[in-house]
């Protein structure tokens, strides 16, 4: 069967394409002739909207990147403090679980890809934005901004991966991860 050009298919509908098939089959299927199936149209049509399915991947995960900081935003909005972090680490997790194929398909660094620098950076201004209440910036508050990612994001992918098969409960779990964390963040001084 051939296919034509379809009218309207914008860079922005291969991206939403391709989180299509992110999500109902993994990343890995991720595939140029699987997002011109999608779209309804030949391959070499999708060459007007991207340039590679290197490319496609980076696009996609700048996608899920300002979703992730559109959620985690919203998460902070309001709070400070032990309770921005909370939300933060539990609004992480709950990302990861929700959408393990979307989280996977992120860049590991963000902030060093034309495509993604800007996605990466708005999420990491989030983190900072929460740790300047402790009194955190510049080095510290990447320090740990890295450490608050790398407790969520080992849990939350081992929990996506079924990585905890004992019967106690991964919520409980958590929690004491969270406060483990929280408790390490300075006090400030009354």
């Not at 050009?5 to 509908?13: I, P, V």
């Not at 089959?25 to 007007?48: C, E």
């Not at 996608?63 to 609004?91: I, N, P, Q, Y």
């Not at 969520?152 to 019967?167: K, R, Y």
């Amino acid at each position: 069967m051939k296919r034509s050009h379809r009218a309207g298919l914008s860079t922005a509908a291969v991206v939403e394409a391709a989180l299509a098939i992110v999500d109902e089959q993994g990343a890995d299927a991720l595939t140029l002739a699987n997002v011109a199936q999608r779209t309804g149209v030949a391959a070499p049509s999708l060459y007007k909207h991207v340039g590679s399915l290197a490319e496609l991947r980076t696009l996609v995960g700048a996608r899920v990147l300002e979703e992730m900081t559109e959620r985690f935003t919203h998460a902070a909005l309001g709070r400070s403090g032990d309770d921005a972090v909370a939300a933060l680490m539990h609004t992480y997790r709950a990302y990861v679980t929700e959408h393990p194929a979307r989280y996977a398909i992120t860049p590991a660094d963000a902030l060093h890809h034309p495509h993604t620098a800007a996605a990466g950076t708005r999420l990491l201004e989030v983190f900072l934005a929460v740790l300047r209440g402790y009194g955190l910036t510049d080095s510290a508050a990447i320090h740990t901004t890295r450490c608050l990612r790398a407790v969520v994001h080992g849990f939350a992918s081992l929990e996506a991966a079924g990585g905890f098969g004992l019967p106690e409960d991964l919520d409980e779990t958590y929690e004491h991860l969270v406060r483990a964390s929280i408790a390490s963040l300075p006090r400030r001084p009354a």
